[in-house]
């Protein structure tokens, strides 16, 4: 079954510290089948832990949650969403930090429902979301 929902950089850090029951019950619920990971998403997340001293635990967890659920490639789809994407947001005055730009391009470009807690991205026309923490 190919992926529905792609998992945005704050719920993979929530899943790795084992935070909001709720959301590791979707998440399991889904199963990793079902999710994937952006490859910036997977950039931001081992950004975070090389600015961590001593954070070992975290970069096994994530290592081994990587080789659980998908890591997708941005590719030239992605970066041709990314174009109409900031162009857009930038006309609205809404603009995005660019790695969530980025995520939400690739979520756009596949059809995927970005499962985020970042409310930031509601402004993104077409950009269907969901928050697996809210009950």
């Known amino acids: 079954m190919p992926a529905s929902y ?3 950089t704050n719920i993979v850090s929530y899943l790795l510290r084992n935070q909001f029951q709720i959301l590791l019950s979707r998440f399991e619920t889904a199963g990793a089948a079902a999710t994937a990971i952006s490859s910036i ?3 931001e997340v081992f ?3 090389a600015k961590k001293s001593g954070a070992g635990r975290l970069k096994t ?3 081994n949650f990587f080789d659980v659920v998908p890591v997708l490639p941005w590719d030239s789809a992605a970066a ?3 174009g109409l994407l900031r162009a857009e947001q930038e ?3 809404q603009p995005l930090s660019t790695e969530d730009l980025m995520i939400a391009a690739h979520a756009l470009s596949l059809g995927l429902t970005l499962v985020t807690h970042d409310a930031a991205f509601s402004s993104i026309d077409g950009l269907k979301t969901e ?3 809210a009950e």
């Open 80 to 82: 041709r969403a990314y």
């Open 131 to 133: 928050d697996w923490t």
């Open 47 to 49: 950004f975070g832990i």
């Open 41 to 43: 998403t997977e950039a």
């Open 61 to 63: 967890a994530a290592e």
């Open 91 to 93: 006309r609205k005055g």
């Open 6 to 8: 792609l998992l945005d």
